[in-house]
């Protein structure tokens, strides 16, 4: 009877489901030919989240009537049960809406290459449906609609309820929030640099499992932005075992813009991968948050955190910032689980998280010497607190730090194993000759390595060392840079904490130095209070020290990781405001909620290109350039300028991961080396910036001569355009401060194609 109740269960379901796409063609296709025929994505989810309205009254009433009133015998809960199911039946149908759609993808992919090829579409359709449609039973029947409990809740526990649903209502709006605008700034945002090496390296760890492309990264940011694209019929570069030097960068341009595929499509997908995480990230936090300080300065921590310039800039981006940010967290989190409860469900959550994080961004290795730290630390507490002698608590610590690291280490050669398994040996030797010297010093280490490359079974860590090997070179080597008129080749030792004040919302900074101000002049209260604040100033202090130190001055995206500790500090300072009744202090909270919000909200969709009001008047790109202002994202929007204006011969001198002749294919390409020009120029910042530098060293022409004009437009942050009228240049050419080259007699614009 069970069986056959499931079954009649399963057919209401279906016919609801059959309903359910009735009304979701019929709102979209009237709003594409009556309201907004130019937005299909927007028509798209409006009538998605009407259908899926639709059915959740549905199913409710009549597939699930009985597990659904259930849940409705307490008055007091009502609001709260509905509320709970139909969250949890959108999210469900969310994941079944993705489900339906790669599902589709793959086997289409398929079936086009088979006999089956003149009904690839409704064999495509039939599976896809056919999986979302058993997804979205499952899920819903064993988890949405799990039978409530009959009893009736006790005043006290109704309020709590209540309340942590109110709470969690809000964090969620927030997220949603969050989202939005990092899909409305997605869309605009045109291909940064980085993304050109990670997206096609992504997509070639799953497909082809070999992983020459980009080894000084690790994968797992990387595979994830790579895996809904396996879905799409994308046509690529070959990979096999006769590319021995391929430029990752010119096979990314390739993948993008040169062998028929659609860019735009393949840069959504990738990013949508990265949104998630960002989405994941913030969901930790706001947990985090809740169990250390309470509900109320969780949620301040989660709001700090969904109106970051940062996280709205780079939480969409196919990079390993915000991933490194989210593995960081999530392993000390996890870690100080483990020194709480010291049981072995928690130390193994402590060694998955711990290899997640160094599968996020090598940066992590850092947590080794953090969590070493930690334990001397917690050994201390715990002899203050008579739970244990100093030497025996430090003892049991350090085996379970042993313990945590192994369990790390699996998790990392586990994922690396299929990301690497067709490399070629030679490919692999290659790299590590090119990059360790000759040098007696390394001689061993490059044995080393040679030696796990040359064994199938150690080949993946291996590899991993391989890429801790070169993005520390990569650090010690360094970038050019460009801060406050200053140019440099190396490291400059103020550059993070400079431009950590000028990037970062003036509203953070009041809270930052009011929250170390409080804690000056305030006891710590308990013990617990200060090991929280040893928990959040040991990775905080470490973290900046190394970047501090570091050669890599290009963007404080690299103080991500740093963020959440920053957050949760100023939530503990603040926690006595925050959760005050007095209306003193509800008025505080107000303004500080609105001076955030409304600044960040105005400088839409400019995120990457972000200072604070401390900068107001301020040129930003004779602030900063590369990633803390300019990577390339405003060539779409040059795009659209140019048309709307109808711009012609225009010369564009650009720096991104962006293909100037796919979008503006009549554009000439130019270099600050072909000296002064007339007409329009469209020019990125940092080559603007850096050209200053680079023409004096290498004594070619810069644009120093163009300080004289001010640029026509800002396009975005980061691309200056300018007009320069013929006559102009005629009447008053500017002068090289440095002598002519051959660079500039053999280099013409006709011979460098876009």
């Known amino acids: ?193 980085d993304e050109i090496a990670h997206i096609p390296a992504g997509y070639s760890y799953l497909k082809y499992h070999d992983y020459r492309l980009n080894p000084e990264h690790p994968p797992l940011a990387k595979a994830l932005a790579g895996l809904p694209l396996q879905f799409l019929h994308l046509n690529e570069p070959k990979y096999d075992s006769n590319w021995s030097n391929i430029d990752q960068w010119e096979n990314g341009w390739y993948f993008l813009y040169r062998s028929g595929n659609n860019p735009d499509e393949i840069l959504f997908w990738s990013r949508i991968s990265m949104i998630f995480l960002a989405l994941l990230f913030g969901i930790l936090l706001y947990k985090w948050a809740v169990e250390a300080l309470g509900r109320k300065a969780g949620l301040f921590v989660l709001f700090l955190y969904a109106f970051t310039p940062e996280i709205l800039a780079h939480g969409h981006l196919v990079t390993t910032d915000v991933a490194a940010a989210f593995g960081f967290t999530l392993s000390i989190y996890t870690f100080n689980k483990f020194l709480q409860k010291k049981t072995w469900k928690y130390l193994l959550f402590a060694g998955l998280a711990f290899g997640v994080a160094q599968l996020l961004k090598f940066s992590a290795f850092l947590l080794f010497a953090i969590f070493l730290i930690l334990i001397f630390i917690k050994a201390c507490f715990d002899k203050k607190a008579g739970t244990n002698t100093y030497p025996k608590a430090l003892w049991s610590y350090f085996k379970s730090y042993l313990l945590i690291s192994l369990i790390s280490i699996i998790v990392v050669w586990i994922v690396y194993i299929p990301m690497v398994w067709n490399t070629p040996v030679d490919i692999e030797k290659m790299v590590i000759a090119k990059n360790l010297t000759l040098d007696p010093r390394t001689q061993i280490l490059r044995d080393f390595l040679g030696s796990l490359a040359g064994n199938p079974i150690t080949r993946a860590i291996g590899h991993y060392l391989l890429g801790v090997m070169l993005v520390f070179g990569r650090v010690a080597g360094g970038n050019s840079t460009f801060i406050l008129g200053h ?89 006595e405001i925050i959760e005050s009744k007095k209306l003193a202090a509800n008025i505080a909270v107000i303004v500080i909620i609105f001076s955030l919000a409304v600044p960040i909200l105005a400088n839409y969709p400019n995120y990457l290109g972000y200072f604070n009001i401390f900068t107001t008047g301020q040129n930003k790109y004779n602030l900063m350039v590369d990633s803390s202002l300019d990577w390339g994202q405003d060539l779409k929007r040059l795009t659209e300028f140019v048309k709307e204006n109808d711009i012609k011969n225009l010369k564009i001198d650009y720096f991104g991961g962006g293909l100037p002749s796919h979008y503006l ?58 007009y320069i009228p013929p006559e102009s240049l005629a009447q008053n050419p500017p002068e090289s401060p440095y002598p002519i080259t051959k660079y500039d007699q053999i280099e013409s614009p006709a011979n460098n194609q876009l």
Request: aromatic share 20%; with cysteine; charged share 15%.
């Open 487 to 575: 140019f440099s080749d190396k490291a400059i030792p103020w550059f993070f904490p400079v431009a950590w004040l000028l990037k970062t919302p003036a509203t953070i900074l009041v809270l930052f130095f009011f929250s170390l101000s409080f804690l000056i002049i305030r006891k710590i209260r308990n013990r617990s209070e200060a090991w929280f604040l040893w928990l959040l100033f040991v990775p905080f202090a470490i973290y900046w020290a190394i970047s501090v130190k570091g050669s890599l001055n290009i963007g404080t995206r690299h103080l991500l990781p740093t963020l959440p500790f920053l957050y949760l500090f100023i939530g503990l300072m603040m926690k």
């Open 1 to 193: 009877m069970k069986k056959i109740g499931a079954l009649w269960q399963f057919i209401k379901f279906a016919l609801v489901g059959v309903s359910n796409t009735i009304v979701d063609w019929s709102v979209f296709y009237l709003l594409i030919y009556l309201v907004i025929p130019d937005g299909k994505l927007t028509a798209k989810a409006i009538s998605f989240v009407v259908a899926a309205t639709n059915s959740f009254i549905l199913n409710s009433i009549w597939t699930f009537r009985q597990e659904f009133y259930s849940g409705m015998k307490d008055k007091n809960l009502k609001f709260y049960r509905i509320a709970n199911y139909f969250i949890r039946f959108f999210v469900v149908s969310l994941v079944g809406f993705a489900i339906n759609y790669f599902t589709f993808k793959w086997i289409f992919s398929y079936v086009t290459s088979s006999s089956f090829e003149s009904y690839s579409n409704i064999v495509s359709l039939f599976c896809a449906s056919g999986a979302a449609l058993v997804w979205n039973f499952i899920i819903n029947k064993f988890w949405t609609y799990k039978k409530g409990t009959e009893e009736t809740l006790s005043e006290e526990k109704q309020e709590q309820k209540t309340t942590t649903f109110k709470y969690n209502l809000a964090a969620a709006g927030l997220l949603i929030v969050m989202v939005a605008i990092s899909l409305a700034v997605m869309k605009g945002d045109s291909a940064i640099v």
């Open 665 to 722: 294919p009549e554009a000439t390409s130019w270099r600050s080396g072909y000296g002064p020009t007339s007409g329009w120029i469209a020019i990125s910042a940092t080559f603007y910036q850096m050209s200053k530098m680079h023409g004096k060293s290498e004594g070619k022409w810069s644009y120093d001569w163009l300080d004289r004009y001010k640029p026509t437009k800002v396009v975005g942050a980061s691309i200056l355009l300018f």
